[in-house]
Nanobody, 124 residues
Framework: QVQLVESGGGLVQAGGSLRLSCAAS????????MGWFRQAPGKGRELVTA????????WYADSVKGRFTISRDNAKNTVYLQMNSLKPEDTAVYYC?????????????????WGQGTQVTVSS
């Protein structure tokens, strides 16, 4: 198994930036594709962005394309989410998650390991 711990959430004004980090431990980090999900109050959890095990491919939801950037450092067992031009509608709890490389990395149902989440609040 892999254990995941997010950090970097907080309160930011609209138009601002935040960088989330997710540190992994346990099984080799390179065994997993990684994703960032978010869940806003009263809404379901949605896949926001994902990256393959070696960083070779990335995917973004239309709602964040051009504003968010996912990256990973396998030497540090960490995945990052750089969020720029934040909007109030980006307010949510953000979760990092891991998916076995045998799954399709853009399939939300493939993610079986989760962090505890970090709150991001964007004020208008």
């Amino acid at each position: 198994q892999v254990q995941l711990v997010e950090s970097g959430g907080g309160l930011v004004q609209a138009g601002g930036s935040l960088r989330l980090s997710c540190a992994a431990s346990g099984r080799p980090f390179s065994n997993y594709d990684m994703g960032w999900f978010r869940q806003a109050p009263g809404k379901g959890r949605e896949l926001v962005t994902a990256i393959t095990w070696n960083g070779g491919s990335t995917w973004y939801a239309d709602s964040v394309k051009g504003r968010f950037t996912i990256s990973r450092d396998n030497a540090k067992n960490t995945v990052y989410l750089q969020m720029n031009s934040l909007k109030p509608e980006d307010t949510a709890v953000y979760y990092c998650a891991a998916s076995s490389r045998s799954n399709v990395y853009t399939n939300p149902r493939g993610y079986g390991y989760w962090g505890q989440g970090t709150q991001v609040t964007v004020s208008s």
